[in-house]
Every structure is written in structure tokens, then in C-alpha cells.
């Protein structure tokens, strides 16, 4: 095989004209570390196995060298088929996939499609009808067809199976077993994931046959350009912290990371309500809710994006300035998959995790991990943080803090960072007076109409005689109650 170490230019790889002419048009220059090891050998029909983590380029290490064998070999795709088959573990990255494969194939005539779930079936089943050179599909969605024999699989050719760790994550790996169990043995297979737990390596095994194998980092690794800083604050002072934070214009395009759909919600609500723009994305979202978020994000129109772990590798936007870990992730790989959101295409990036009392143990999992010391906050050094940090510790003492359990996120603004809103001199506090007293009629009446004595009365016990009172008397103050 033909050493690619020293590799300075897509041309050296064998790559095709139209596809040179795109990646020029894309202001591609030199290949990435995984495009020039994992390129050559997929043009030569190889099986691969791919350990790279997020953000390294490897979705062109794949797609270019599959365009151009589909290219070379040009033929009909079979009818409710594909040539080439791409498995993804989101929608969001099953859509990022196609449209890198778009890009690149602008000048070769192929076709590109996407299946996933949350939209109608119509028109992936005309799209699948005529047959497709390229699809990327979810499994869900794509088991879905295959039951109402809308796609049919085994004219498959090249079967990609990209960020296979996360597929382990969500209970993937029985539908990926069927779906490939129905292939045809003759057909190129290329396996991609940024770590190799023993699950992954056990199917790796079972799909691959004599693979390549090209690695350019290892396991559960951090980008080096990202500037990582975990700061120890106490959960109830996150929120306010977070908001503070975003007084800073250098937090230009952010993604705040939770750990549940709820959380996103509510980070999101809270935000919205300080003043920030904010969105929130997870998987009870419609994809067209996703897809809004997504797309308003890219465009610069708000400065927040809050998701879960779901959402981490499907997240592809340029210029991501910070990566907030909101909540440490309960699997420790998922914090490389995170804050490698940002530090893209060879850029700066900078990622804050915040770390209360009960999260200990999952930020030692995460350095553990990754085999690294991340650099706690220093309030000497790190002056942006220090100044959040002190505007945060005023905002929400400790004995003013409202469990955000047990209220309205929007409420819970400290009136520091609330919107300004129109009201009427006086109008709050005469309805609140007037509410007070109207709830103290209304409960008067109610008691009454119940037979029961108004508050402050004595206790309705002590009418039926003196020894149900004094009975009803032990009870109240018994010490078991």
C-alpha cells in the first residue's frame, strides 16, 4: 500500500477531477490525518476499521473514495435498493452525512438520500421506489421499510456503519445484526467509531473481513486545541452562572450539554427568560422542531443551543466558540463526543464543565478516561470566569435558592438578569393583596360549607365532649407523628 505519511494534497491520493474540483470549491486543501490513511485503502475495495474520534474529518475519508468507486462502476441502483449504505445513529448526523456526500458528488450525477424517523413515510418510499446510489439511513426508520418490503437491502455493495460506539450507546446493535444479516457477503464494509469497547470490537468481528485498520488518535482522546477548564460550583448556582456568562460577547455560538430532556428544557426556559437567545434539542423534539433549532443556530440568530448526549456527534456547526458541560455525562467517552463540538477544522476552542458536589465521581471517570488532568478553575487566571462566577454567588444565595423541581424555570430568574417587563405601578402588589384576601374568603367559606371551623377557631374535636378532645389531643402530639 502506498505510504501516505508525508501526504500534502487530495490530488496524491488518486482522487478523481470532479472530485478535486469540489473539495477546491469547499476550500479544501491539504487531507486530514484519517482521509490520507483510510482514502487509499477504501479506492482499493478493502474492508476498513476506522478509530477516530468526532471531528477529524472522517466523514470525507469515507464518502470520497466511495463516490468514486460508484463512479467508476457506473450501474442502475436496483429498484427499492441502494449501492451504497450508510448507517447513522441520529437524524441530525444522518443529515450531515448526506449533505457532505452532496457536496462532494456535485459534479458526478449520483444520488443521495436520507430515511430517518419523525417524518412521513411518502416520500422515502418514492425517493427509495426508483432506487438510490447513496443512501444514509438511521436503523429504526430503515427496519421500518424493509418490513413493508419498501427497501430492499441485498443489492447493498458498501455498507458504512459510522459512529458505531454511539450506536452501542442507544441499543443499536441488534437492528444493525438483521440489517446486515440480510446484505449480500459479497460487498465492501467500512467501520467507523471513535472508541472500541469489547461490544463493538465482538461486531466489528462479525462484519469485517480482514480489515485495514487506520487509527489517529487514541482511544477517547480530547482535541488538543480545545482549552478545557472544570469549574466546582454547587448546582444551585449553575443556572445563574451560566446566564452570567453570556455577558461576555466572546460567548458568540455556544452548545450547553445536559444530561436529560427535561434539563434541556428547562436551561433553555431560563436562559430565554435572562435575556439570551436559547433553544433547546433532543430526541421528544420534532424533527422539524430540530431541524428550526438547528438551522436558526447555524445562522447566527441565537448564541445557545441546549441538548443532550443524543445530539453530541450530530451537532455540525462551524465556529462553535464554547461548549458548556451543564451536567457532567454519566458515560465517560460521551465528554469527548461533547466538547468536540468546537475546536473544528483545525480551530480554537474553549470548553467549561461545571461540577457540583454529586458529580465528583463522573468527572474522575472522565480523566480517567481520556488520561488526563482537566485544569480546575482558578479565579487568579482565569478572570472571565471569576467575574461570572462572583456576579453568580451574589445573584442566588444560598438560602434565597428555589429547587427548580419544584418551580417555573422563568421564575427562578434573579430579577438581575430578568427582562424588563411592562407593568403598571403598584398593579403587582394590589393584586397580589387583593389575592391574598379573596383566597381568605374563598377558605373561610369552604371550611365552613364542610362543617369545619374557620382558622384560628378551635379545633372541631373539642365540640363532641371532652374525652374525643383530649383523645384527639394525644394524637396530634404523639411523638411517632
Known amino acids: 500500500m502506498k505510504d501516505t505519511t508525508h501526504v500534502t494534497q487530495f490530488s496524491d491520493l488518486g482522487l478523481a477531477k470532479p472530485l478535486l474540483k469540489a473539495l477546491a470549491e469547499k476550500g479544501y486543501k491539504e487531507p486530514t490525518p484519517i482521509q490520507a ?37 457506473r450501474k442502475p ?25 452532496k457536496a462532494y458528488a456535485v459534479h458526478m450525477g449520483l444520488s443521495v438520500h436520507t430515511i430517518y424517523g419523525g417524518v412521513k413515510y411518502g416520500p422515502q418510499m418514492k425517493a427509495l421506489a426508483g432506487g438510490i446510489d447513496v443512501l444514509v439511513a438511521t436503523p429504526g426508520r430503515l427496519m421500518d421499510h424493509m418490513a413493508e418490503k419498501s427497501a430492499i437491502v441485498s443489492g447493498t455493495e458498501i455498507f458504512v456503519l459510522d459512529e458505531a460506539d454511539q450506536m452501542l450507546d442507544l441499543g443499536f446493535v441488534v437492528p444493525i445484526r438483521k440489517i446486515a444479516a440480510q446484505l449480500t457477503k459479497n460487498r465492501q464494509n467500512l467501520f467507523f467509531s471513535a472508541t472500541m469497547p469489547s461490544e463493538i470490537g465482538k461486531l466489528a468481528g462479525e ?11 487514541p482511544q477517547a482522546t480530547t482535541v488538543e486545541r480545545i482549552d478545557q477548564r472544570v469549574l466546582f460550583i454547587e448546582a444551585q448556582r449553575k443556572r445563574p452562572l451560566l446566564a452570567e456568562l453570556f455577558a461576555d460577547s466572546s460567548f458568540s455560538r455556544t452548545i450547553v450539554f445536559t444530561r436529560t430532556k ?105 480523566q480517567k478516561a481520556t488520561r488526563q488532568t482537566i485544569p480546575s478553575f482558578d479565579r487568579r487566571n482565569d478572570k472571565q470566569l471569576a467575574a461570572a462566577a462572583a456576579v453568580a454567588d451574589k445573584l442566588v444565595p444560598a438560602e434565597k435558592y428555589v429547587d427548580p423541581r419544584k418551580a417555573d424555570p422563568r421564575n427562578n430568574v434573579p430579577s438581575e438578569l430578568r427582562r424588563k417587563r411592562n407593568r403598571k405601578p403598584g398593579g403587582g402588589a394590589g393584586r397580589a393583596e387583593g389575592g391574598q384576601k379573596s383566597g381568605q374568603g374563598r377558605g373561610q367559606g369552604r371550611d365552613q360549607a364542610r362543617g369545619q371551623a374557620p382558622k384560628g ?25
Open 207 to 217: 462484519l469485517l473481513k480482514d480489515p485495514v485498520q487506520v487509527s489517529v488518535a
Open 37 to 73: 490513511q483510510a482514502i487509499p485503502v477504501v479506492l482499493q475495495g478493502k474492508d476498513l476499521l476506522g478509530i477516530a474520534q468526532t471531528g477529524t474529518g472522517k466523514t470525507a475519508a469515507f464518502a470520497l473514495p466511495i463516490l468514486q468507486r460508484l463512479a467508476e462502476d
Open 77 to 101: 441502483a436496483p429498484r427499492r435498493g441502494f449501492r451504497c449504505l450508510v448507517l447513522s445513529p441520529t437524524r441530525e448526523l444522518a443529515t450531515q452525512i448526506a449533505e457532505n456526500f
Open 262 to 366: 427535561r434539563g434541556a428544557d428547562r436551561v433553555a426556559k431560563y436562559l430565554n427568560a435572562a435575556g439570551v437567545e436559547a433553544a433547546s434539542i433532543h430526541g421528544d423534539k420534532t424533527q422539524g422542531q430540530r431541524e428550526r433549532a438547528l438551522a436558526a443556530f447555524k445562522a447566527g440568530e441565537m448564541r445557545a443551543l441546549v441538548a443532550t448526549d443524543i445530539a453530541a456527534r450530530g451537532i455540525d456547526v462551524n465556529d462553535v466558540s464554547h461548549v458548556i458541560n451543564y451536567e457532567l455525562p454519566n458515560v465517560p467517552e460521551a465528554y469527548v463526543h461533547r466538547i468536540g463540538r468546537t475546536a473544528r477544522k483545525g480551530k480554537d476552542g474553549i470548553a467549561i464543565s461545571f461540577c457540583s458536589d454529586d458529580e465528583r465521581s463522573l468527572l474522575k471517570d472522565i
Open 457 to 481: 377557631a378551635a379545633p372541631r374535636n373539642e365540640f363532641r365532649g371532652p374525652k374525643r378532645a383530649e383523645a384527639a389531643s394525644e394524637k396530634r402530639w404523639s411523638p411517632i407523628d
